[in-house]
């Protein structure tokens, strides 16, 4: 009989440590269901010729899982291209550029060739249907397009009537033996932080008589790799015309080496850009002390192609977004996030990915560099003391 109850006790003991087992695999089972699996992705800039061999076209594509993003430009001035398609496993690709009322105008179709840096297929006008093969390969190294001098300097333009002025600076890039690409790169940053907001104030200075003062200013926030990130602060005092002050602050980030514009979605994977808004607008209300309302904090939603409400640091990113609030709470628009923060959303093929990788080097270089100069200190100690 007790030997009976001994087996039946054990037997029990069993069972529920079956059960235990089995829960605990489960847990383990739905933790690793909940593990991200990290999409195909990839950043490249490609160089080539479509029907005129003296215009050599400049293409930017992004990778994110199937979908295909990316611009062309052939010319220095003038907006890029923008193209929207597919890629599948195989490396075949669609690309569609469409004009302004939706309609394709550009069917580019091919496949990626040698570990995607080689890609070839056809050049489809669908204007004419005239099909043009082409060609198109990314530089192995882009060095042959910048020398080892490249710095920048800034361009100042004042202007003043009576009591009214406005002083606008602003960078420019220079040491390019590519003197397009180099041209390119500034267009891009006069288009983007001075020539509309020029424009205006000059004709608020012709028209002003009482008195007015605008200012745009800029501050480098990271020139590093391919990187270049720039902020720009507009200050506009019109208290002797309309007792108004406006402070507003934007943002970009240009590859200066591939001559492409950063949108958000090369930044953050496409498919996190909805949380993450959520995590900015949460932290802009709190600098408003959750005073705005859901009308306001859904103007201050970022687009995936929206290109100059953040600027990049050597570990943070600020995003601009006082220009989408109300007047009085513009200040709270300013927020910025150290990476680590971010690190969930982050594009791993992007440029806050590759320089958070050039920071980890770097350090790596510093310690081994503070071990070798420890090393060489002790070895001079001992041969000191020897002597």
């Known amino acids: 009989m007790k030997l009976r109850r001994y087996y039946y006790f054990l037997f029990s003991i069993l069972t529920l440590y079956l059960i235990s087992c089995n829960k605990t695999n489960q847990n ?10 990290q999409k195909p992705t990839f950043q490249k800039a490609f160089i080539g010729y479509v029907d005129h061999p003296d215009t050599l076209i400049h293409l930017n594509l992004s990778r994110y ?6 611009s062309y430009w052939y010319k220095i001035k003038g907006d890029d291209n923008k193209v929207q398609g597919k ?18 105008i550009v069917e580019i179709k091919g496949i990626f060739l040698s570990n995607i840096n080689v890609l070839r297929g056809d050049w489809i006008d669908k204007k004419t249907n005239k099909i043009i093969p082409f060609e198109f390969q990314e530089p192995a190294d882009t060095s042959f397009r910048i020398k080892n001098t490249i710095k920048i300097t800034q361009k100042e333009i004042i202007r003043n009537n009576g009591n009214c002025l406005i002083d606008v600076v602003y960078p420019q890039i220079s040491g390019y033996t590519d003197e397009v690409l180099q041209n390119k790169v500034n267009y891009y940053i006069e288009s983007n932080f001075s020539l509309n907001q020029i424009r205006d104030l000059m004709n608020d200075l012709e028209a002003c008589k009482k008195g007015f003062k605008g200012e745009i200013k800029y501050e480098i926030r990271c020139f590093k790799g391919d990187l270049l990130s720039i902020s ?3 200050h506009i005092d019109k208290t002797n015309l309309s ?16 001559g492409k514009i950063y949108e958000f979605q090369d930044l953050f994977n496409l498919e996190d850009i ?8 949460n932290r802009i209300n709190s600098n408003c002390n959750n005073g705005l309302t859901s009308a306001d904090l859904r103007k201050c939603e970022i687009k995936p192609n929206d290109v100059n409400c953040f600027c990049i640091g050597r570990d943070n990113i600020t995003f601009h977004l006082t220009q989408k609030l109300p007047r009085a709470m513009r200040g709270c628009g300013y927020v910025r996030f150290r990476f680590n923060d971010l690190k969930e959303f982050i594009n791993p093929s992007g440029p806050i990915a590759k320089l958070i990788e ?9 310690n081994k560099k503070n071990k070798d100069d420890k090393y060489k200190e002790k070895e001079l100690i001992s041969k000191i003391s020897a002597g």
């Open 274 to 281: 909805p949380r993450l808004n959520q995590v900015i607008q």
């Open 28 to 37: 383990n089972d739905a933790r690793k269901s909940v593990v991200k699996i």
């Open 358 to 366: 050039l920071e980890k080097i770097e350090k790596e270089l510093m």
């Open 87 to 104: 890629i599948d496993k195989k490396g075949n690709f669609l690309l569609i550029q469409k004009d302004s009322t939706g309609k394709p």
């Open 243 to 258: 007792n108004e002050i406006i402070d507003e602050t934007f943002g970009i980030a240009i590859n200066f080496k591939k």
């Open 232 to 234: 720009k602060i507009k």
């Open 65 to 70: 899982d199937t979908l295909l993003t990316g």
